[in-house]
T-cell receptor, first 113, second 110 residues
Framework: SQQGEEDPQALSIQEGENATMNCSYK?????LQWYRQNSGRGLVHLIL?????REKHSGRLRVTLDTSKKSSSLLITASRAADTASYFC?????????????FGTGTLLAVQP | EAQVTQNPRYLITVTGKKLTVTCSQN?????MSWYRQDPGLGLRQIYY???????DKGDVPEGYKVSRKEKRNFPLILESPSPNQTSLYFC?????????FGSGTRLTVV
């Protein structure tokens, strides 16, 4: 399978705590992106990190990328109940007929108020 | 507002009855694509289009058709829907590596 793997599959935390989600992938990439999906609804683009970047911040989000390990992590700081959603990583791969995003399996985050 | 608009949001249909899910973007993006999302299988690409009149198969194209007669529209056509096409469908456009997704179409084929 070309899909990436995300870890953990599900995460439950209290409001105010930090949430960390990890993503591993299999191919060489141009960039890696994180998306959020509220229950069965649309995908919202959160952040994009290019293959030559190691860390990127956007508000309460911090993303790291380790291309040698083919892995990425998403940290949400000071979580809120409204952060409850599924989070997906997706890779935009290099080479071949790769005009697509390859999605991970997702992490279901529940933030308890 | 820059967006990708899909219609309908929800659709229940019967096996074999042709249907079209529309997708329109107002960002003048050249690239558009369709994905389906299924439990345990994640999101998989159905078809994509690099520009007007240029379309190509993704990972799961069987049972689907697309067309790209104009830049803003990329409809997904199911000529003879079957129950295994029950899924949540997303249209997306892309510019400089960043994808914008539509709100999704939940299709049920009975």
């Amino acid at each position: 399978s070309q899909q990436g793997e995300e870890d953990p599959q599900a995460l439950s935390i209290q409001e105010g705590e930090n949430a960390t989600m990890n993503c591993s992938y299999k191919t060489s990439i141009n960039n890696l992106q994180w998306y959020r999906q509220n229950s069965g609804r649309g995908l919202v683009h959160l952040i994009l990190i290019r293959s030559n970047e190691r860390e990127k911040h956007s508000g309460r989000l911090r993303v790291t990328l380790d291309t040698s390990k083919k892995s990425s992590s998403l940290l949400i700081t000071a979580s809120r109940a409204a952060d409850t959603a599924s989070y997906f990583c997706a890779t935009d791969a290099t080479g071949g007929a790769t005009n697509k995003l390859i999605f991970g399996t997702g992490t279901l985050l529940a933030v308890q108020p | 507002e820059a967006q990708v608009t899909q219609n309908p949001r929800y659709l229940i249909t019967v096996t074999g009855k042709k249907l079209t899910v529309t997708c329109s973007q107002n960002m003048n993006h050249e690239y558009m694509s369709w994905y389906r999302q299924d439990p345990g299988l994640g999101l998989r690409q159905i078809y994509y289009s690099m520009n007007v009149e240029v379309t190509d198969k993704g990972d799961v194209p069987e049972g689907y058709k697309v067309s790209r007669k104009e830049k803003r529209n990329f409809p997904l056509i199911l000529e003879s829907p079957s129950p295994n096409q029950t899924s949540l469908y997303f249209c997306a456009s892309k510019y400089q590596g960043t994808y914008t997704f539509g709100s999704g179409t939940r299709l049920t084929v009975v």
